[in-house]
């Protein structure tokens, strides 16, 4: 008899896929630049300039930390399957 996957392994599942498009969005943005390229002319006319917001520390680069939220993201995944795989 197959029972409901405990409420750990499903908190466990939204947090690994959290982290994992938070950390790709964050990779791509590391690996891209933080330019706004689309929306550059239209920006100057308007006399915004984009911030040098930055997502971590100066230390530790945006590519490098979507990264390390990717591997969160496999870490907290394999957790879950662990958790659910336990309960059967």
């Keep these: 008899m197959n029972r ?11 947090v690994s896929a ?15 630049g933080s330019t706004v390229r689309i929306y550059r002319d239209y920006l100057a006319a308007d006399s915004y300039s984009p911030s040098a917001w930055r997502v971590w520390s100066p230390a530790v680069p945006e590519a490098r930390l979507g990264l390390y939220l990717v591997a969160a993201a496999l870490v907290s995944a394999v957790a879950a399957r662990l958790v659910s795989a336990r309960r059967d």
């Design 4 to 14: 409901p996957a405990p409420r750990l392994a499903t908190i466990l599942y939204a």
């Design 18 to 32: 959290t982290c994992g498009v938070v950390g790709a969005l964050l990779w791509v943005r590391g690996r891209t």
